[in-house]
């Protein structure tokens, strides 16, 4: 059975950092990218960033280009997601994800995704 659980999420001040962690386990994960996702009050689930489990390559979407990190310790199966400088506009709720590289997959988009964690709320407040 696989599971992701994600933790670290919390209040933080703008301009602020937090690191959140994904512990995935029940399958390897070699041949999927292993990716962040948020979703706002109101709003849809967008992609953030994802990671080649196998390789280590990484893609983020344009509003976090800079900002944020993603990194994954094979060891310990985590994934990680440094997050500085926030913003209000950062605010959500963050899950974890698994997409498996496929034809037809597209790691940044939600259909494609095999494996959700519950999320873990980041709130960016003064």
């Known amino acids: 059975q696989v599971q992701l659980v994600e933790s670290g999420g919390g209040l933080v001040q703008p301009g602020g950092s937090l690191r959140l962690s994904c512990a995935a386990s029940?399958?390897?994960?070699?041949?999927?990218?292993m990716g962040w996702f948020r979703q706002a009050p109101g709003k849809e689930r967008e992609f953030v960033a994802g990671?080649?489990?196998?390789?280590?390559?990484?893609d983020y979407a344009d509003s976090v280009k800079g900002r944020f990190t993603i990194s994954r310790d094979k060891a310990k199966n985590t994934v990680y997601l440094q997050m500085n400088s926030l913003k209000l506009e950062d605010t959500a709720v963050y899950y974890c994800a698994a997409t498996q590289i496929t034809r037809s997959s597209s790691y940044r988009n939600v259909r494609s995704v095999d494996y959700w964690g519950k999320g873990t709320l980041v709130t960016v407040s003064s």
């Open positions: 029940g399958r390897t994960f070699n041949g999927y990218v």
């Open positions: 990671i080649n489990w196998s390789y280590g390559s990484t």
